[in-house]
């Protein structure tokens, strides 16, 4: 029982202790890509290791080789507790696809209606007549990129070069598949259990992540302004937006370049979180394995 025990400690810390520290954990912003991996291995490895708990208390309540018409009410109870996990996270999951397409294909058809739509290249742009600052990408399949005609006043050429690449790298990287997987597995927590920290946390590491393309288009000049104007402005449910608080606003442009993490190269801290994060995702199915070992059904 020793190893099932380990499960389910892993779970809990993974779902509870684990995510508020990683939000405290700040520095490690600067490698936001390595960063976002490991938040997803937490979340993973926290999925799989509530899933597999149940199954692998099996050999210590039955015995390593089990007679199915005499142990199938144990057999029962681990399947209905492993279905408990497994049913939150799919209907979790098909609450929150549906409610944002939903808003997406309705927020698209209208953007479509009221925008003006770029030419060429550009095709997935709409220009909408609003005097705010605002530039927000839809994604899916019929994807579009927003922005308002006082965004296009307000800002120089280089600065609107630079909201642009932001919005394509996250329609390029699907960060809103990132951001929906999150969304889901949050959701699926019982309400103790949820870390909005860890939520907002990895909103920021993807808005870093399209900065960091941002710059690389346009630098870090150009993009730390566009992110100043499009500070406080409005973002439409569904949608991914250059916009944001001005706090977050602050923290992102100081996030515009790497630097060292806790006096390490960032490529150095960026490796130990990728080993840190397969470590992760490996632990749960090793500790179910070795519960599991030997187990024979008859």
């Known amino acids: 029982m020793v190893l ?3 499960l389910v400690v892993l779970a809990v810390l993974l779902a509870w202790p684990v995510p508020r520290a990683l939000s405290r954990a700040t520095s490690l912003r600067r490698a936001p890509r390595a960063a976002l991996v490991l938040w997803q291995a937490t979340a993973v490895a926290a999925v799989l290791a509530a899933l597999l708990a149940a199954p692998a208390a099996l050999p210590a309540l039955l015995g ?10 144990t057999l029962a109870l681990a399947a209905v507790l492993s279905g408990v996990v497994a ?15 939903a808003a997406r294909r309705r927020h698209r058809e209208l953007v479509d209606l009221l925008g003006v739509a770029g030419e060429g290249a550009d095709r997935h742009l709409r220009v909408l007549e609003h005097t705010t ?3 927000y990408c839809v994604p899916g399949v019929r994807r579009r990129v927003v922005l308002t005609q006082g965004t296009l006043e307000r800002l120089g050429s280089e600065e609107l070069a630079a909201v642009v690449a932001h919005e394509r790298a996250h329609l390029g990287a699907r960060h809103d598949l990132v951001m929906e997987f999150f969304t889901v597995v949050h959701e ?14 990895v909103h920021l590491l993807i808005e870093v992540l399209a900065d960091r393309a941002a710059v690389r288009h346009a630098g870090a000049v150009n993009t730390g302004r566009a992110i100043v104007a499009m500070a406080g ?18 923290a992102r442009i100081g996030l515009l370049d790497a630097e060292r993490i806790a006096g390490l190269p960032t490529p150095v801290v960026a490796t130990m979180m990728y080993a840190g994060s397969a470590l992760l995702v490996v632990t749960p199915v090793a500790l179910y394995l070795a519960a599991i070992a030997g187990l024979t059904l008859v």
Do not use: I, K, Y
């Open 233 to 250: 402005g409005p973002r439409p449910a569904g949608a991914m937006a250059m916009a944001d608080s001005t706090r977050v606003a602050a």
């Open 4 to 6: 099932v025990a380990a």
């Open 133 to 135: 600052p605002t530039a």
């Open 188 to 201: 699926a927590m019982p309400g103790f259990l949820r870390c909005d920290a860890a939520l907002r946390e």
């Open 64 to 73: 390593r080789q089990v007679r199915v018409a005499d142990g199938w009410p």
């Open 87 to 101: 049913v939150r996270l799919l209907l979790s999951g098909d609450r929150v696809g549906r409610n944002l397409r």
